[in-house]
């Protein structure tokens, strides 16, 4: 993961430090992404390059049209995590339509939480990336949802390949996974960061929402 | 109809009489229907007992079946073994019944009642009352003892004792003397002696001039002089504390603490106004003025004016934040606009525009230097805009009241007078006398006064 020093980002994004801490007192940008190191200067403050840089554009594209509470209500995931009903599904595109019809299969008829949209989306990004083939998705789709039993949203997903056998596993985002070389490929995909896309992407379905 | 009159041993079958007395030991062989009954010796009834007027018991009397009557006094003792139904009561002796129904009783002595007691109209016990069943009643007044399952009263007012081993309803309540409940929903509530509720409390508008218990409490207006110890969650509209309170959780609108406080978890309140003390691990708070001291494992406000002492054991978050008194934080103070004329000590100050000490905080000693121009680590820094004399470290105090110093202080626009700091990141930077950093970091406008020390100063053009 590529870190970006505090004063690199003020520097290449033109905000303030004044914005920068706005925008973390709002949790729009949350605590976790400021990592401290110790440095020859004393103690520096880092970010994930990869989620800082897309979450800081979103907000400066975004400021003028919403406050910090709507805008902090549509990019963290914590708040007011939406059900999405069945039938206003049809439309998303972030999960593979037989991923979400082996879902439906696990859970006939019922509504769907910001948890298991996330998940399914996860699974479809990461199936995607490693060319895990559709006659595998529904399996692969089902595997992650039985482990995903109770989850929250501080996990990753991550997809790998024992042999031709394609697996699924949910474990703690600071948690990161060490395999042994019989595992050649694996993909990992944050949950947070998938269903904050997914509230980004399909303001209408969340209820955090509306009204905005 | 005839009367019946025992004075000595004696035995009459039941049936229909018109006044009955019972001076001796006598024994109504039956049910017994009668115009009046007075006993004052031993009587006893084996079976019902129906009066159309009085029954009055100066001795002692015993029914084996139920008892109706207009009108019962009791002076002795009265067990009846069914149910006991009258308008008016008096008892001055003792009744043991196996359930009551009365219009308006007087209970000067004891009543014992098996099941349910359902009083139509007021309610007044200066002696005991006790129902292993529940108890019904209007408004009602205890002076002497009750000790009830249920109880479901409209006004309430206690001086004696009342225990309620279920549920307590009531209107209006007032309680000077000792009450114990399981659950309590009353209406407005005054606590002046000790109310005691194992489970939860709903009340209208609550003042607690004595000792208020409960495991959870949700009021309306809460004004407390006394102690209010909620061993769970605490939920009331405006709250004026000039005694004591402590609770696990606390939800309040307005909050105003003059006496002290204590949330060992979360609280959140509106506007909230510290003369006191107050306490809490998580605070989450509209408007916080602490004149007092205010004490939080970690502090969410809009605004904090400071002019007491603030200590947070985490972060401070605010959108505005001003101190003439005393703010610690173990972590990070952040807010957009910091000024703090008092004393400060924290990890982190961050913001947008900061602000710490007073211009005047150095005392302008002599003229003699005309030059506010210096250079550190070779970069030459300007600082002829404040060129109205030299200031000394005049009122730079370590460890006292105004202590000022963090390890960083970073903002988009930063002032200080009299700060000691590690790190010293902004925009715009102004370090006025009696400072002394480690490391200024600044990318705009620069000034340093001659009087402070700047170990290193990064600017732009160092870094190429």
Known sequence: MGLISKKELLQRTGISYGQLYRWK??????????????????????????QILPRVESILSNKDRYSLSELSRMLSADIAPGIVEETALSGMEEIAPEVMEAARREKPGEDWSLFELSLLAAVTEAATRLCVAPQDLPELAALSLSAAEGGTLDAVLTVFFVGDAVHALIHGANAPLTFDRTIRTAYSVSLRETAEMLKMNHRALFPALKGV | MKDLEINEFGSAPGGEYGDVEINGIGKVKGDLVCESLEVNGVGNVKGAVEAGGDVEVNGMLSADGAMRAE???????????????????????????RALQAAEPEINGAISVDGDAVFTGDLEVDGALKTAGDLAAGDTEVDGEVS?????????????????????????????????????????????????????????????????????????????????????GLTAGDADIDGEVSAANAEVQGLSVSGSMAVSGDLKAGDTDVDGELSAWGAAVRMLRCDGAAHFGGLTASEIAV??????????????????????????????????????????????????????????????????????????????????????????????????????????????????????????????????IGRVDCAGTLTVSEESEVREVVRPSAQE
């Open chain 2, 71 to 97: 009108r019962v006094e009791i002076n002795g003792t009265m067990e009846v073994d069914g149910p006991l139904a009258c308008c008016e009561l008096e008892v001055n002796g003792a009744l043991k019944c």
């Open chain 2, 148 to 232: 009830v399952r249920n109880a479901a009263v409209q006004a309430f007012s206690v001086s004696g004792s009342m225990k309620v081993s279920g549920d307590l309803t009531a209107g209006d309540t007032e309680i000077d003397g000792e009450v114990s409940a399981m659950n309590a929903a009353v209406r407005e509530l005054s606590v002046s002696g000790t109310l005691a509720v194992s489970g939860g409390l709903t009340a209208g508008d609550t003042e607690v001039d004595g000792e208020l218990s409960a495991m959870n409490a949700a009021v309306q207006g809460l004004s407390v002089s006394g102690t209010l110890t909620v061993s769970g």
């Open chain 1, 25 to 50: 007192r709002e949790r729009l940008i949350p605590e976790e992404w400021f990592i401290k190191r110790s440095s020859f200067t004393g103690q520096e403050t880092f970010f994930p390059e990869e």
């Open chain 2, 307 to 436: 002019d007491g002492m603030l200590a947070s054991d985490g972060d401070i978050e605010a959108d505005r934040l001003c101190c003439d008194g005393h703010i610690s934080a173990a972590g990070q103070i952040s807010a957009d606009e910091v000024r703090i004329s008092g004393g400060v000590v924290a990890d982190e100050i961050v913001g947008d525009r900061i602000e710490i000490g007073e211009e005047d905080d150095g005392h302008t000693a002599d003229e003699n230097s005309g030059g506010w121009h210096f250079s550190v680590n070779g970069v030459q820094i300007d600082i002829g805009e404040r060129g109205n004399g030299v200031r000394l470290f005049g009122r730079r105090r370590s460890g006292g009241q105004n202590t000022r110093r963090a390890r960083l202080i970073e903002a988009t626009a930063v002032r200080l007078f009299g700060v000691e700091a590690e790190t010293v990141n902004g925009q715009d930077v102004t370090i006025g006398p009696g400072c002394r």
